[in-house]
């Protein structure tokens, strides 16, 4: 059973705008925190943003400002708006909880052009 489904990503040019979605399975999203993210080539998968149930926020230094994150628990969907995208941020997004619990899903490739 797929847990975590990753969609939205994409070429786009640099100061352009994407926005990630992650369909979650709703046991595991109405109880727990959830979190985007991304792993560039030859890095560590590193987290690039995070969201409580209650809707507090976290966003690595690199992102703060450009990206938001969001989730709708009509749609056990976690988003992640992004905006002023630069070449660096050029990665696959996964999405998973704060603990990274979950299997990991295929993830959704985002490249970005200078």
């Known amino acids: 059973q797929v847990q975590l489904v990753e969609s939205g990503g994409g070429l786009v040019q640099a100061g352009g705008s994407l926005r990630l979605s992650c369909v979650v399975s709703?046991?595991?999203?109405?109880?727990?925190?959830m979190a985007w993210y991304r792993q560039g080539l030859g890095n560590q998968r590193e987290l690039v943003a995070s969201i409580t149930s209650r809707g507090s926020t976290n966003y690595a230094d690199s992102v703060k400002g450009r990206f938001t994150i969001s989730r709708d628990f009509t749609k056990n969907t976690v988003y992640l708006q992004m905006n002023s995208l630069k070449p660096e941020d050029t990665a696959v997004y996964f999405c998973?909880?704060?603990?990274?619990?979950?299997?990991w899903g295929q993830g959704t490739q985002v490249t970005v052009s200078s």
């Open positions: 998973n909880t704060i603990r990274g619990t979950t299997p």
């Open positions: 709703k046991n595991i999203f109405k109880s727990n925190a």
